[in-house]
C-alpha cells in the first residue's frame, strides 16, 4: 500500500512539474510546433519511391520553403506538392539525388537563391551537407527512428516545450539548447545575436512565418541582427562555373527522361537584397543561369504585383504575402503553359 501510495505521488508530481514547465514557456511567447528535422524530410522524400503524375516537386532554399505555400498550391493546381527544400541548403544535392535515384519525370521548381544556388559544389561546405544529411536519411533511417518521429508527433503537436534540438535556432527550449546558452552567457567578449525561431511547421513540410515575426517588429529585428551578424564576415567566394555545370549537367537528364524544370527567384528585402545585388548581381548569375540553362525563368522583380511584399525580416514572406505570392505564381505559370499537370480554369 505504502509503495502505491508513493508511485500515485510520483505521477502527480510528474504532471504537476511538465504542467508548470509547460505554462511557463508558453508566459514567454513559445507555441508548440513541428520539428522540422531529418525525419520530416525523409517522408516527404519517400513520396518518390513510386512517383505519380500529379507530383509537383519543390527544391531549393529557405525562400521557396517559405514563400510557397502547399495548402493553396494542391488547390489551385490540382497537383501534389512534394517539398524538398532546405534551409540553408543548396539545390544541387538534391536535383541530383532524383535524377540518380528516382523515376520521377514531373514538374520540378528550382528555388534559386543565389548565395547558396552558386555557393560551391564542395561536399562538406554546409550548404552541400545540409541537404546531404537530409537526403542520406532517408536511406539509412531505422524502424526505430521511424516509430520515434511517429510517437513524438502528438507532443510536438500539444506541447511547446518539447523541440528537438539541432543547434539552429536559439529560441528552442531543450535541455541541450539551454545549456549551450548558460555556457555561450560565461563567455568573455561579445557573442553573436541569438538566431529565434520564425517559422511555424506542418507536417507535409509546409512553411509559414509565424505570426510573432509578421507582428513583432522587436522580434523580427533580432532575426535582421542574426542576418547581419552572420554574413558581414568573410565569404568564400561562389563557385560559379562548377555550380552551373553541375546543375546544367542533372537538368538536361532530367529533361532527356521527360522531366521539366522552372526557376523561381523568389523575393527579398532591404539589407539582404542591397548585399544579394552587390556580390551575386543578377545579369552576372540569375540572366547568365536562364540563358544557359534556357529553362523557363520567374524572377519576382519582373512582376510588378511582387515589388511591395511583406518580407519582415529581409529574406521570407509574411504567411498572408506568400499565399499572395503562392496565388499569383500559379496564375502566371497556368497562363504560360508550364503546368502541364494542372486543372483547367
Not at 257 to 276: A, N
Request: with cysteine; glycine share 4%; charged share 25%.
Amino acid at each position: 500500500m505504502k509503495l502505491h501510495k508513493s508511485f500515485i505521488l510520483a505521477i502527480v508530481l510528474g504532471l504537476a512539474s511538465v504542467v508548470c514547465w509547460e505554462l511557463y514557456w508558453r508566459s514567454q511567447g513559445m507555441v508548440p510546433n513541428i520539428d522540422d528535422n531529418n525525419n520530416l524530410s525523409s517522408i516527404q522524400r519517400a513520396k518518390l519511391k513510386n512517383p505519380s503524375d500529379d507530383q509537383v516537386v519543390f527544391i531549393g532554399s529557405s525562400r521557396i520553403l517559405f514563400d510557397i505555400q502547399l495548402d493553396l498550391w494542391r488547390e489551385q493546381t490540382g497537383t501534389e506538392p512534394v517539398m524538398l527544400a532546405f534551409q540553408g541548403a543548396s539545390p544541387l544535392p538534391t536535383l541530383q539525388d532524383i535524377v540518380e535515384n528516382t523515376d520521377f519525370n514531373g514538374t520540378m521548381i528550382v528555388g534559386v537563391t543565389e548565395g547558396l544556388f552558386f555557393s560551391t559544389t564542395f561536399d562538406k561546405a554546409p550548404p552541400i551537407s545540409r541537404a546531404k544529411e537530409r537526403i542520406q536519411h532517408f536511406y539509412d533511417r531505422t524502424y526505430a527512428q521511424r516509430l520515434n518521429h511517429l510517437f513524438s508527433i502528438p507532443l510536438q503537436k500539444n506541447l511547446a516545450f518539447v523541440t528537438v534540438a539541432d543547434e539552429t535556432w536559439d529560441s528552442d527550449v531543450d535541455l541541450k539548447t539551454l545549456l549551450t546558452r548558460l555556457r555561450k552567457g560565461e563567455r568573455a567578449g561579445p557573442l553573436p545575436a541569438p538566431f529565434y525561431q520564425f517559422e511555424d511547421v506542418s507536417l507535409d513540410r509546409n512553411v509559414q512565418m509565424s505570426e510573432r515575426t509578421t507582428n513583432d517588429t522587436a522580434y523580427a529585428n533580432t532575426i535582421k541582427l542574426a542576418w547581419q551578424d552572420m554574413l558581414s564576415g568573410a565569404m568564400p567566394p561562389p563557385d560559379k562555373k562548377g555550380t552551373t555545370e553541375f546543375f546544367l549537367k542533372y537538368a538536361e537528364k532530367f529533361r532527356e527522361r521527360g522531366g521539366q524544370i522552372i526557376l523561381v527567384r523568389c523575393p527579398s528585402d532591404g539589407w539582404f537584397k542591397e548585399i544579394e545585388a552587390k556580390g551575386l548581381p543578377r545579369t552576372e548569375y540569375w540572366d547568365s543561369l536562364v540563358l544557359r540553362s534556357k529553362l523557363p525563368a520567374y524572377h519576382y522583380a519582373d512582376y510588378q504585383q511582387f515589388h511591395d511584399l511583406n518580407l519582415p525580416e529581409w529574406s521570407h514572406l509574411s504567411k498572408e504575402d506568400a499565399d499572395f505570392f503562392t496565388t499569383e505564381l500559379i496564375k502566371i505559370l497556368k497562363k504560360d503553359g508550364v503546368l502541364t499537370h494542372s486543372k483547367t480554369e
